[in-house]
């Protein structure tokens, strides 16, 4: 195995200057630095990691904690997150925790063993131990979403307004024209579920519509808890029941689909159906599903571009979200369709419950789908968001 003072001697350099060009090449001259690296490919040098890392303090190696890599959606964070590790040249060790994030805290001390550099927590709930631990430590680090106190020092916070995709959500269906909107939300409690529902809710407001709480649900972001809770939420006469559904995220979103056909009830004829995710699977459903685009892969990406680029520290970043119109959704039909004397009263405008830039920007994006008649019958995995 050729070793770094040979290539010294090749190149007519010192052991110094080879350490430099390989480790701080801004000090080295072109010339110089050229001739080395030339030597370097003509003798297939490959230069130790672990001597690099000693020379330099740095590991150029990055740890990603997730949950259930099952997940569409936390597939899309590994993805980004590796695309970007990978084309800058860095390692990337990826340490998968149980889907209640208890043994997070293991976790982490498996990547600190390993000396990374920094570490993207793509997990929820992040344990208080593992945030008191690394707020106060060396590495930096990166945290999805925001159920952690607010960043300090060398930690920064990464995630999407959910907000804004519960208002594009509903919004779309009340500028449909549908007046009793079902909302099934994810894990009680967590930032993200409390953000989706924060934003039906002002959708709702702001196209004056009362809010009907028993129209809405608990689940638990699985296929099975959205068909249970959308069941609930349609089996009932029609005078009581939704004209259409958000949902909590795609999964869900499916759960309904299944719901609604046990029920005999036809999507988007007698009910229409809003994701939010825009996952692989959504174009496949039968009909596509119109749904909120959530960018997990840029969020991977740019979570690992922080890390890498040592500019994790006391950030926040929230990446934005965009409607996507399929074939899930309708107009109501005077069969599906209950009004009453005081909510015929009102005039309802996708004005009111998104603001008008984000409804030209989300109704720009949808896409046209071939609908069929066959239901999926895929099974998934219930995941983290």
Known sequence: MTTIREVAREAGVSVGTVSNVLNDPAIVSPVTCERVLQVMRQLNYRPSAIARSLATGRTRTFGLVVSNLFNPFTAGIVQGAGEVAREAG????????????????????????????????????????????????RTAVVIMDRDQPPAEEHASIIGFDWYMAGLQAAGHLISLGHRRIGFVGGIP????????????????????????ESLQRDGDYSTDSGRRCAEDLLDRPRSQRPTALVMGNDMMALGAYEAA??????????LSI?????????????????????PTRELGGEGMRMLVSGAAGAQRVSLPTRLVTRQSTAAPTPESAWRDQSSSMHTVSAELSVPADAVARSQGNGRKERLTSNRTGAVTAPGEE
């Not at 920094?118 to 430590?137: K, Y």
């Not at 993200?192 to 924060?198: F, L, N």
Request: charged share 20%; hydrophobic share 40%.
């Open 274 to 294: 809003t994701g939010i995710d825009d996952n692989y699977f959504v174009t496949h459903m039968a009909p596509p599903l119109t749904t909120v685009h959530v």
């Open 261 to 270: 056909d046990l029920l005999g009830l036809s999507v988007p004829r007698d």
């Open 189 to 212: 409690g967590r930032s993200s579920s409390v953000q989706r529902e924060r934003g039906y809710r002002k959708a709702l407001a702001g196209a004056d519509l009362p809010l009907d």
């Open 90 to 137: 860095c390692s990337l060790l990826i340490a998968c925790a149980e889907d209640d994030c208890h043994d997070v805290p293991q976790q982490v001390q498996v990547l600190q063993q390993h000396w990374v550099d920094g570490i993207f927590l793509a997990t929820q709930p992040l344990p208080e131990s593992v945030w008191r631990e690394l707020r106060f430590g």
